[in-house]
């Protein structure tokens, strides 16, 4: 079991570790691309290329989370040091706002693990329509809208990728 000052620790610093996981999990991302075969050498926008954006990005989004929940740990721990702010109870970290970064995390690997199965299109359509309901509120949430957006974003992108960056897209074993 941990001790006193271990849970504290974890308890106002969680999202700094959380960040700090990302970003050695974005670096590695960046490292293996280097693996990457490519079937055209000539072209500056190639296979490597985007997964070396999203780890860069990913890294610079992991600093900043970093910094944000180190000061906000650090206050919430002089807070409740000196007794302004009672501790959160346990049923507050299985609350919508904690659990919603889990499903994301879900949602991008069910995406990742069909993506050469059921191909681009299908997979983009699923994966975003799934985190629009999840991130948009109950109450504002409109399903027409949300289609309309995730059918124009997943075409636009594709033809984007396809056409502009000549790149080929997975189109999935499923359909043959």
Request: hydrophobic share 55%.
């Amino acid at each position: 079991m941990l001790s006193n000052p271990v849970k504290e620790f974890i308890r106002h610093f969680r999202e700094a570790i959380f960040s700090i996981v990302m970003l050695i999990i974005f670096a590695l991302i960046i490292y293996f691309t280097k693996d990457i075969k490519l079937l055209v050498v000539n072209t500056t926008v190639d296979a490597r290329f985007w997964p070396k954006v999203c780890g860069i990005v990913g890294i610079i989004l992991s600093l900043v989370l970093f910094v944000q929940s180190i000061i906000e740990g650090t206050t919430l721990a002089k807070k409740e040091k000196a007794g302004l702010l009672q501790p959160e109870p346990a049923a507050a970290l299985l609350s919508g706002e904690r659990v919603r970064p889990l499903v994301t995390l879900l949602l991008m690997t069910l995406y990742i693990a069909g993506l050469e199965k059921f191909g681009f299109l299908l997979m983009t359509f699923l994966y975003l329509f799934f985190q629009f309901l999840l991130l948009s509120d109950k109450e504002n949430r409109s399903i027409p809208v949300l289609l309309l957006i995730d059918v124009s974003f997943t075409i636009a992108v594709y033809l984007l990728f396809r056409y502009v960056f000549q790149m080929i897209l997975p189109t999935g074993t499923f359909w043959g």
